[in-house]
């Protein structure tokens, strides 16, 4: 575990670079194809350059969010996240007004003769730059397991679409056919699509749209495999600005209101620790009475006698009982996986402990080790048996 940090902390440096190196390769594509456009009097290389913008402009969208989110105001509890997404809105319209006067003018507009000799260079080298490092982008997203990076990527190869939809425009134009005008027609169609994906993503945002349902399910499966968590009986989770805040309901075996509160924030500080886009957490427990009891001991072996280490302990006996008659309902020996360990030995049994999610244990000693500390501080109810109460586990 200790060596696995440092690569993470490192991936995530590389990929910050990546995306910081991807945005200003964005613009500068945008102010070469723009300016190119201008003076070689090419609509399409324009609305070429409008398209590449847009992503800088997002990106610019982004970064005033996050600005934004980092100040603090009583009259926002929940935060100003949703400050990225307000800009992102102002920005989709923008594009969209853009797309259909680029459309429009394209069209309805005086047919334009472009600079063939100025505009080729321009768009040529834009389209390779964009392929490459689409490329290379894609290949670095997929090593450093990065979605953020390998979305860019297939970005920039769908800008390299819009691009070669130009340079055959300018071949047109070239060889004495008015296709520049109808190209740029094509790429109004690319602008108005960035466009719509900026407005419907920030329309879910204003409208509290839940998050995606992967990430649901793994918050949930975190909060239930607590040993003391019965179930998730209600997840409301909404995005703001690209962050999630996450609100659940749960149901815990136990009638302590200090062990519900230690759990539930426990709960909560993994959840923030282990999805970072997350936010705010808030978990609400509510006791549920189960009438079976779920309860692990330690034993020399099966149908042996009480074992004195918990971790050293070969097996484990495991029952399942009437809370109301003490009945067994079922009742297993399970051989201990971790009793050879020569380091953090404690730890991992009562690591693998916890996911039997046991309600009490007993054992022969009050001597507190890592194993015990992990289940008391879980929740789980230790019970001391001393003498002949730990002789034998041969009833049932």
């Known amino acids: 575990m200790t060596e696995t940090k440092p690569n993470k902390d490192s991936g995530l440096r590389i990929a910050r670079r990546r995306a910081a190196l991807s945005v200003g390769l964005n613009l500068l594509l945008s102010v070469a ?16 350059a409008i398209h590449s913008a847009t ?10 969010g996050l600005w934004v989110a980092g100040k603090r105001h009583p009259s926002f509890p929940y935060g100003l996240y949703k400050a990225e997404t307000v800009a992102t809105l102002v920005i989709s319209m923008a594009v969209l007004l853009a797309a259909y006067e680029i459309g429009r003018n394209a069209i309805f507009g005086p047919v334009r003769i472009p600079d063939v000799s100025l505009a080729f260079p321009v768009a040529a080298g834009s389209l390779a730059a964009s392929w490459l490092f689409g490329f290379f982008q894609l290949r670095a997203g997929r090593r450093l397991n990065s979605p953020a990076l390998i979305a860019d990527a297939r970005d920039y190869l ?29 790429v109004s169609v690319f602008v108005f699509r960035s466009g719509g994906q900026l407005l419907i993503m920030a329309l879910r945002d204003l409208l509290d749209a839940s998050i995606d349902r ?25 995005t703001a600005g690209g962050r999630f805040i996450v609100d659940l309901d749960v149901v815990l075996r136990t009638k302590s209101h200090e062990i519900a509160d230690r759990v539930a924030d426990r709960l909560e500080e993994d959840i923030l620790s282990q999805f ?24 020399t072996g099966p ?94």
């Open 33 to 48: 194809k723009g300016l190119a456009g201008v003076f070689a009097n090419s609509t399409a290389l324009i609305s070429d």
């Open 303 to 396: 149908e042996g006698k009480m074992a004195e280490n918990i971790a050293r302990a070969p097996w484990f006996l495991i029952e399942a009982r009437e809370r109301e008659t003490g009945k067994v309902l079922k009742r297993e020996f399970v051989e201990n996986p971790y009793r050879r360990e020569e380091r953090k030995r404690g730890y991992l049994v009562g690591k693998w402990l916890l996911s039997l999610k046991p309600d009490q244990i007993t054992v022969a000693s009050e001597r507190e080790g890592t194993a015990i500390a992990l289940l008391r501080e879980a929740g789980v109810e230790i019970i001391v048996s001393h003498g002949d109460e730990a002789a034998d586990t041969n009833t049932s």
């Open 55 to 64: 992503d800088v402009l997002a990106s610019g969208a982004a970064y005033v």
């Open 158 to 186: 769908a800008d390299s679409l819009s691009t070669g939809v130009v340079l055959i425009g300018l071949i047109g134009a070239h060889y004495g056919y008015a296709l520049d005008r109808w190209a740029a027609a094509v």
């Open 214 to 238: 992967e990430t649901e399910r793994a918050i949930i499966k975190l909060v239930e495999s607590h040993p003391l968590i019965s179930e998730v009986d209600r997840c409301l989770s909404r």
């Open 276 to 299: 970072p886009r997350v936010v705010m957490s808030r978990i609400r427990p509510h006791f549920g009475y189960s009438p079976v009891l779920h309860s692990v001991m330690p034993v």
